[in-house]
C-alpha cells in the first residue's frame, strides 16, 4: 500500500487562503495573533485551519513577528491590599477575560500589583513580555494612568469614568446603579438608609454619587453617621455593621457597594436577631453567584462581566491595530430579589424620583434569579 505523501505547511496555508478567501500574509498575521486582522476575518480564518487541521508554530510565530500573544491583566490593590483574586468578583471578570482572550488565540498574564501599576506596565513594555495591559480597577492611580495613555502604552482599563480621564475605560454604570439600588429601597419604605463602602474608590464614589441622589430625590438629607467606609478584602463590613447596632444607630435600609460586603452585613444583623428585610433591608452590588444562594436571596445591581470582558479586549486590540476605542459604560441592572421587600410597606404612597427605579424593577423581575 503506498503512503500518501503529506502536505507540507505552506501548501496548506496556501489551500486555507483559497478556501477563506484571503491572501497567504492575512492567514499568517490571523494565525499568530496579529492586531492588524479584524476578529471577523480571524475568526473565519481559524473555522477554515481547523477544519483542514492546520495549525500555526507558536513559538516561531513569535519570533518571527515580535509579538507575544500574551495580554497582561494586573490587578492594583493601593486601596485594598488584603483583597486576593479568590474575590467572587474577581473571579467572575478574570474568568470572562481568559475565555475571550483564548478564543482570539492570545494567552493571559496574571499579576497583583499594591503600589502604583505604571512601572510594572513599563516593565512588561521593555521585557516584551505581553502585547498589551488590561487593568482592572483605578484604585488610587487616575494620575499615573493618564501617564501612561500619553506616553502612548497599549492600556485599557477596567473602571469608572472620570472627570480629566485620557486613558480608555469599559466599566457598569456606577451612578445609575447606585441610585437604583437606593430608590429601590426608598420604595420598601426604608427611609434611614446605610451606605457601605470606601468612596476613596473610584467605582465606589461614583456610586455613592448614585446614592446621594436617590436621597435627594426623596427630600431625604444624607446623614454623614450612615455612610461607613469599608475597604474591600477585609470582615470590615459585618464589623462595621455590628458595631452600627452596638452603638444604637437608627437605619431601617442597607446599600452595600459590593455582595461580599451586602452578605457580610446580613451575617452581623442575624448575629444580633435583627431580621431582613422587616427590621433592614439590603442590596448589594456585582450579582456573584452566591448572591441568590444566601438567605433570604440577596437583591443586587448586576454587572454585566462577559460584555465587560469582551469590551476590554475588543478595545485594547483596537489599540494594538492603531485605534482610538472609546469609553464605555456598561448598562447595571437591578436584580430584585428577598432581603429588600420589605411587604409590611406595599401600601405606602410613592416617594418623589421612585418611579423610574420602580419600573426598572418590574422588569428585572423577570429575570432568572441567578445569573444567565
Given at each position: 500500500m503506498?503512503?500518501?505523501?503529506?502536505?507540507?505547511?505552506?501548501?496548506?496555508?496556501?489551500?486555507?487562503?483559497?478556501?477563506?478567501?484571503?491572501?497567504?500574509?492575512?492567514?499568517?498575521?490571523?494565525?499568530?495573533?496579529?492586531?492588524?486582522?479584524?476578529?471577523?476575518?480571524?475568526?473565519?480564518?481559524?473555522?477554515?485551519?481547523?477544519?483542514?487541521?492546520?495549525?500555526?508554530?507558536?513559538?516561531?510565530?513569535?519570533?518571527?513577528?515580535?509579538?507575544?500573544?500574551?495580554?497582561?491583566?494586573?490587578?492594583?490593590?493601593?486601596?485594598?491590599?488584603?483583597?486576593?483574586?479568590?474575590?467572587?468578583?474577581?473571579?467572575?471578570?478574570l474568568g470572562a477575560l481568559a475565555e475571550e482572550l483564548a478564543e482570539r488565540g492570545y494567552s493571559m498574564l496574571l499579576h497583583k500589583v499594591a503600589e502604583d501599576p505604571s512601572e510594572w506596565v513599563r516593565s512588561i513594555a521593555r521585557g516584551r513580555r505581553a502585547d498589551g495591559v488590561i487593568i482592572i480597577g483605578q484604585s488610587l492611580h487616575h494620575e499615573s494612568l493618564n501617564e501612561l495613555a500619553d506616553a502612548g502604552y497599549p492600556v485599557v482599563v477596567w473602571g469608572a469614568r472620570l472627570p480629566g480621564q485620557r486613558y480608555v475605560t469599559i466599566g457598569s454604570d456606577n451612578e445609575t446603579g447606585g441610585h437604583d439600588a437606593t430608590a429601590h429601597l426608598l420604595e420598601q419604605g426604608c427611609r434611614r438608609i446605610v451606605f457601605l463602602g470606601d468612596s476613596a474608590a473610584p467605582e465606589v464614589g461614583v456610586r455613592r454619587e448614585g446614592y446621594l441622589r436617590a436621597l435627594r430625590e426623596a427630600g431625604i438629607a444624607p446623614e454623614?453617621?450612615?455612610?461607613?467606609?469599608?475597604?474591600?478584602?477585609?470582615?470590615?463590613?459585618?464589623?462595621?455593621?455590628?458595631?452600627?447596632?452596638?452603638?444604637?444607630?437608627?437605619?431601617?435600609?442597607?446599600?452595600?457597594?459590593?455582595?461580599?460586603?451586602?452578605?457580610?452585613?446580613?451575617?452581623?444583623?442575624?448575629?444580633?436577631g435583627r431580621k431582613v428585610p422587616a427590621d433592614v433591608a439590603i442590596v448589594g452590588f456585582d450579582d456573584i453567584p452566591f448572591a441568590a444562594l444566601t438567605t433570604p436571596p440577596l437583591t443586587t445591581i448586576r454587572q454585566n462581566y462577559r460584555t465587560g470582558a469582551r469590551l476590554l479586549v475588543d478595545s485594547l486590540l483596537q489599540k494594538l491595530r492603531g485605534e482610538a476605542p472609546a469609553?464605555?459604560?456598561?448598562?447595571?441592572?437591578?436584580?430584585?430579589?428577598?432581603?429588600?421587600?420589605?411587604?409590611?410597606?406595599?401600601?405606602?404612597?410613592?416617594?418623589?424620583?421612585?418611579?423610574?427605579?420602580?419600573?426598572?424593577?418590574?422588569?428585572?423581575?423577570?429575570?432568572?434569579?441567578?445569573?444567565p
Open positions: 503506498t503512503k500518501r505523501p503529506r502536505q507540507k505547511p505552506a501548501s496548506r496555508m496556501a489551500e486555507v487562503a483559497r478556501r477563506a478567501g484571503v491572501s497567504l500574509s492575512t492567514v499568517s498575521r490571523a494565525l499568530s495573533g496579529s492586531p492588524l486582522v479584524s476578529d471577523k476575518t480571524r475568526e473565519q480564518i481559524r473555522r477554515t485551519a481547523g477544519k483542514l487541521g492546520y495549525h500555526v508554530d507558536a513559538v516561531g510565530s513569535s519570533l518571527r513577528t515580535g509579538l507575544t500573544r500574551t495580554i497582561a491583566v494586573v490587578i492594583p490593590l493601593k486601596h485594598a491590599a488584603d483583597q486576593g483574586f479568590s474575590d467572587p468578583f474577581f473571579l467572575e471578570i454623614a453617621g450612615l455612610e461607613v467606609p469599608v475597604r474591600f478584602g477585609s470582615d470590615t463590613a459585618c464589623q462595621a455593621v455590628a458595631a452600627l447596632l452596638d452603638a444604637g444607630a437608627d437605619f431601617d435600609g442597607i446599600f452595600a457597594c459590593s455582595d461580599v460586603f451586602a452578605i457580610n452585613a446580613m451575617r452581623a444583623l442575624a448575629e444580633r469609553a464605555v459604560v456598561i448598562p447595571a441592572a437591578l436584580v430584585v430579589r428577598a432581603s429588600s421587600l420589605r411587604r409590611e410597606y406595599r401600601a405606602l404612597p410613592s416617594i418623589p424620583g421612585a418611579s423610574a427605579s420602580s419600573r426598572a424593577s418590574e422588569r428585572t423581575r423577570k429575570l432568572p434569579a441567578s445569573r
